[in-house]
């Protein structure tokens, strides 16, 4: 690891601060863990990633609300 100096808004370190106390961890290692999901949120990848891809289902003509696969069930009993 390599030791960086950053500015934060004392809101934020307060939260941190409250939060290592709640987990029983450091606030390094929330501060480490947010540095983490940062750099790999903005990653730029070497080649795109080969996701799985599948066809969509459309529903039977005529039949407004009803799924392929079955009878639309409502959330309110009707």
Known sequence: ???IAVYADPE???VIRKAAKRRGISQAEIIRAGIHLAAMAN???????DW??????APRPGRTGQMPWGRRKSLFGS
């Not at 799985?52 to 289902?57: G, L, M, N, Q, S």
């Open 12 to 14: 934020d370190l307060a």
């Open 43 to 49: 990653r730029v990848w070497d080649e795109p990633l």
């Open 1 to 3: 690891m390599k030791r």
């Open 52 to 57: 799985p891809t599948f066809k969509a289902v």
